[in-house]
T-cell receptor, first 111, second 112 residues
Framework: GGIITQTPKFLIGQEGQKLTLKCQQNFNHDTMYWYRQDSGKGLRLIYYSITENDLQKGDLSEGYDASREKKSSFSLTVTSAQKNEMAVFLC??????????FGAGTRLSVL | QQKVQQSPESLTVSEGAMASLNCTFSDGTSDNFRWYRQHSGKGLEMLVSIFSDGEKEEGRFTAHLNRASLHVSLHIREPQPSDSAVYLCAVSMGSGYNKLTFGKGTVLLVSP
C-alpha cells in the first residue's frame, strides 16, 4: 500500500505571511489535488495537477499558488495569510479513475 | 452549480443500532456518488461509491441511490464506537474528481 504525507501537520502563521504546505505520495499516482476544509463547509478544490509540471485551477485558487515539482510531490503556497484564518488543507491523489486517497491534512492558524 | 446538502448535521446512535445518513444533490445529471469518513485529525477514507440507482454494500456500509429523488443515503449496520466520525457525501458527474462537490458532513457519535 501507499501513503500520502503532508507537512507540516500544524502551521501557525502571521498575517500577510507567505506559507508553503507540502505533500508527498508514494502511490505513483498521476493526479494530485489540494482541498481546503473549513468548519461548517464542504471541501473545496484549490488546485489539481494531472501530471508532473501540470497545474489546473480549482474553485478556490485565488490567494494560492501551487507547484508539481515531480510526480510524487505537490506543494501549495498561501500567498498572503489572512488574519484569524483557520482551515485544514487536504492533499489527495489518484490514478486514472480509481479511488481518491487523502492525506491527514495540514491545520493552518493565522495570528 | 451543484449543491450537496447533508442531514442530519449530527446524529447519536447506540452501539449496534442502525445509523442512517442522508444526502441530497441538485444536479440531476450527476452519476457518481461517494461516501467518505473522516476521523478527528485524520484524512478522508472512502467507504462506498455508487453509480446507478439501487444499493451498493461494502461490508457494514450500504449506499442507496435514487437519482429521480436527488437523494443518496448511507446506512451503517451494527455501528461501533470506532465508527464515530464525520461522514461526507461527495457528488460528481462522470469519474471526474475535478468536479467533485462535497457536503458539509454529518457528525456521527456511536455511544457504547
Amino acid at each position: 500500500g501507499g501513503i500520502i504525507t503532508q507537512t507540516p501537520k500544524f502551521l501557525i502563521g502571521q498575517e500577510g505571511q507567505k506559507l508553503t504546505l507540502k505533500c508527498q505520495q508514494n502511490f505513483n499516482h498521476d493526479t494530485m489535488y489540494w482541498y481546503r476544509q473549513d468548519s461548517g463547509k464542504g471541501l473545496r478544490l484549490i488546485y489539481y495537477s494531472i501530471t508532473e509540471n501540470d497545474l489546473q485551477k480549482g474553485d478556490l485558487s485565488e490567494g494560492y499558488d501551487a507547484s508539481r515539482e515531480k510526480k510524487s510531490s505537490f506543494s501549495l503556497t498561501v500567498t498572503s495569510a489572512q488574519k484569524n484564518e483557520m482551515a485544514v488543507f487536504l492533499c489527495a491523489s489518484r490514478q486514472g479513475q480509481n479511488t481518491l486517497y487523502f492525506g491527514a491534512g495540514t491545520r493552518l492558524s493565522v495570528l | 452549480q451543484q449543491k450537496v446538502q447533508q442531514s442530519p448535521e449530527s446524529l447519536t446512535v447506540s452501539e449496534g443500532a442502525m445509523a442512517s445518513l442522508n444526502c441530497t444533490f441538485s444536479d440531476g445529471t450527476s452519476d457518481n456518488f461517494r461516501w467518505y469518513r473522516q476521523h478527528s485529525g485524520k484524512g478522508l477514507e472512502m467507504l462506498v461509491s455508487i453509480f446507478s440507482d439501487g444499493e451498493k454494500e461494502e461490508g457494514r456500509f450500504t449506499a442507496h441511490l435514487n437519482r429521480a429523488s436527488l437523494h443518496v443515503s448511507l446506512h451503517i449496520r451494527e455501528p461501533q464506537p470506532s465508527d464515530s466520525a464525520v461522514y461526507l457525501c461527495a457528488v460528481s458527474m462522470g469519474s471526474g474528481y475535478n468536479k467533485l462537490t462535497f457536503g458539509k458532513g454529518t457528525v456521527l457519535l456511536v455511544s457504547p
